[in-house]
């Protein structure tokens, strides 16, 4: 066979995929390479090479990319979404550093964004998340609270006309959100591993479901580390948007908010305007991507 069809990818396991055509045909396809391009979310052209089987001859270009890196290596998340979802949860803990190196990204890429807090019925450890989520809450990053098991519909209204990705770290509830949402993914969840502090990773690919027509949510295994090196210093500045007052206004066009003089971002935090932790983190990302470059 040596027919060519449209389809999107809507499942990613490394080399192989799950794609789907526009009339709901399910196929399973590879790269023709070593390397996995595609990413959950693309529209592809396959070259069937039997009725349910094909490789990807093509990627059409895309609206938006997610992904994470290091020096060595991307690893792609997902494509053509325009919307993140971050959701973590009292228990286990989760990681402020996670949540803001993950906004960075998708500020770069542009996508709307929404943290949803989950697991809202543990009342005796809420007060210490709501308290990690509040510098958040106060740069304006909307924060949407929620208990998963018992009703994931509050969601629902920010997921409208968008397709929207879930991350998180492990156990923070997106399974079971997908669950709730769309009772027929059947997304397999596992309890908490009390003794690591850490969930046991229950999705292990990038998976797209469909709630209607035009609103779509992917899933992606759980994140514990999110990679910046493929942006430079004022894309991950432009990421911390409390700095977008004061840019341009420091002495040296090329501050980096160390120890210049008149530095504008330095001196909001010795006002109280920005949190020195935010900037405290901008500093270190900073470090890492001069370290890993040079």
Not at 79 to 84: E, G, M, S, Y
Not at 93 to 99: A, H, I
Not at 214 to 243: A, K
Not at 257 to 264: M, S, T, V
Request: with cysteine; glycine share 6%.
């Amino acid at each position: 066979m040596t027919k060519q069809i449209d389809a999107q990818i809507i499942g990613a396991f490394g080399r192989q995929y799950l794609a789907e055509t526009s009339d709901g045909h399910i196929l399973t396809c590879l790269t023709r390479g070593k390397k996995s391009e595609a990413a959950c979310g693309d529209w592809v052209k396959l070259q069937l090479t039997a009725e349910d089987q094909g490789v990807i001859e093509s990627i059409s270009p895309r609206s938006a990319l997610l992904f994470r890196s290091d020096a060595y290596k991307q690893k792609l998340i997902a494509a053509n979404v325009n919307q993140l979802i971050l959701v973590v949860a009292p228990e286990p803990t989760f990681s402020d550093e996670l949540l803001s190196r993950s906004l960075i990204a998708a500020h770069q890429q542009n996508l709307d964004t929404l943290i949803v807090l989950n697991k809202c019925d543990l009342k005796e450890k809420l007060d210490t998340a709501r308290k990690q989520l509040a510098t958040f809450r106060n740069i304006g990053y909307p924060v949407l609270e929620l208990t998963a098991t018992s009703d994931a519909s509050p969601l629902l209204p920010w997921l409208t006309g968008k397709t929207s990705i879930l991350i998180g770290q492990s156990g923070m509830g997106k399974s079971t959100l997908i669950n709730k949402l769309i009772p027929e993914a059947q997304v397999r969840t596992r309890e908490i591993s009390t003794a690591l502090n850490t969930g046991k990773h229950t999705t292990t690919h990038a998976r797209l479901y469909h709630l209607n027509s035009d609103t779509h949510l992917i899933d992606c295994p759980g994140l514990q580390m999110f990679g910046l090196y493929h942006l430079n210093t004022s894309e991950v500045e432009q990421g911390f948007r409390e700095f977008a007052p004061y840019l341009g206004h420091c002495r040296f066009n090329n501050c980096r908010h160390l120890h210049e003089p008149d530095c504008a971002v330095r001196q909001a935090v010795e006002s109280g305007k920005i949190d020195p932790r935010r900037l405290a983190l901008f500093q270190q990302i900073c470090n890492e991507l001069q370290f890993e470059k040079y």
